[in-house]
């Protein structure tokens, strides 16, 4: 396996997560965020952060609410993806209309071993978009080639199904997009 402190400015890897394929580039760099838009070929859009540790989490948003704490202690590592007020220094292209940004703290071996070397990365699935999401690393060649910088194979393959997005608004809980953690499965722990 390659040793390596970072993705060069603008490039992308590609990598397992525990719900699909990802692609990602650092989160706070514009240009591989560029790239990722062109791969995806869709229009500007905000993207996940995908952390490898809980610790990165203050370099992109404020301290959580209590009760996106409590969730943050229940379901993550996981494919929960939460919501958050953005730090000073959140880049603004990572932001959604709401003025949010996504956050999840994957639960993939590879993926987190990956982060470990790269930091936090700017994430989407790995397709273009409207089509289906790779299935492997050679299904990600032959589509991206020599666009991908890195491509990371290391761990289990992912298994479906989708993330569950959640966030506090209001003081309630919504459900942005269902997935594997349910608003009765947050109700219920939290």
């Known amino acids: ?11 992308v890897a590609c990598y397992p997560t525990e719900t699909c394929w990802g692609l990602g580039g650092r989160y706070d760099d514009r240009d591989a965020y ?8 869709c229009t500007p859009r905000p993207f996940l952060v995908l952390l490898g540790t809980v610790d990165d989490l203050p370099k992109l948003a404020l301290p959580p609410s209590e009760p996106v704490r409590k969730a943050m202690d229940a379901f993550w590592p996981g494919s929960l993806t939460l919501l ?4 000073a220094g959140c880049p603004d292209y990572l932001l959604g209309n709401s003025g949010k940004i996504a956050v999840r703290l994957g639960s993939h071996e590879g993926a987190r071993r990956l982060l470990a070397h790269t930091g936090p990365l700017v994430s989407t699935s790995a397709n273009v978009s409207g089509e289906p999401v790779v299935k492997d690393l050679d299904e990600a060649r032959r589509w991206f080639g020599e666009s991908v910088s ?22 309630a809980w919504r459900v ?13 722990r939290v």
Request: no cysteine.
């Open 1 to 11: 396996m390659t040793s390596f402190r970072a993705l060069p400015t603008g490039g």
């Open 34 to 41: 560029r790239a990722l838009l062109d791969l995806k070929r």
């Open 150 to 171: 890195l491509y990371w194979d290391d761990g289990a393959s992912p298994v479906p199904p989708r993330t569950s997005t959640l966030a506090v608004w209001d003081g």
């Open 176 to 188: 942005l997009r269902e997935g594997p953690v349910s608003l009765e499965d947050l109700e219920r």
């Open 84 to 87: 958050f007020e953005p730090s």
